[in-house]
């Protein structure tokens, strides 16, 4: 990569790293100025990177994505070819490191603080759709898959009120949610709805 090229990607990088910090402690409404300084960069130099701080805020929520969606797939098992791996990591990601300082947590309350930013709304439904193709096409009732990843959502927003504090029982989460994942067919008889 030349090097003008490294240092526009150094500094978006510097620049999304310390807006999600800065979101995390003051809220979407923060200054530009907080997170040009926290990148070291000038206002201008944020200003030439990212046009406004909806573009900016849309950007950060976009590179969250992003970071999660790799995480989900690194944590899928290479040797695991059953339906539902990819649900299985996304069991992982999501909760492997809850209550250990794990950056979950953080990447939740992100998450909430940006969703009323425009843009940010349509983007986050967009890519929960495409969770949703994703989770499908895994294989698993769909019904199942869904239970079983917001269950994980779930402990992940339950961690920042003290919840799966306890790794010994994130751990057994994790597994029930696991062994839920290799489970076959309906959760639950349609006769029966």
């Known amino acids: 990569m030349p090097p003008r090229e490294r240092d526009t990607a150094r500094t978006r990088r510097a620049v999304l790293d ?19 300084r926290t990148a070291g960069v000038s206002k201008g130099g944020l200003l030439h990177h990212f046009r406004s701080r909806e573009q900016l805020l849309l950007e950060l929520a976009r590179d969250l994505a992003e970071q999660f969606t790799a995480a989900v797939h690194a944590a899928v098992d290479p040797r695991d070819h059953a339906r539902g791996r990819l649900v299985r990591g996304y069991v992982r990601a999501t909760l492997d490191g809850l209550g250990d300082g794990s950056t979950v947590p953080e990447h939740v309350i992100l998450a909430a603080s940006l969703a009323g930013v425009p843009g940010v709304a349509d983007f986050l439904q967009e890519d929960d759709r495409s969770w949703t193709k994703a989770l499908e096409a895994d294989g698993l009732d ?19 009120y003290g919840g799966g504090r306890d790794p010994q029982d994130t751990r057994r989460l994790r597994d029930l949610l696991i062994r ?9 008889d349609p006769a029966e709805q």
């Open 18 to 36: 310390a807006a999600a910090r800065a979101v995390v402690v003051h809220g979407a409404g923060v200054s530009l100025d907080l997170i040009a």
């Open 142 to 160: 769909p019904d199942r898959a869904r239970l079983i990843t917001l269950a994980a959502d779930g402990a992940a927003v339950a961690s920042l």
């Open 180 to 188: 839920l994942s290799r489970g076959e067919g309906r959760l639950v």
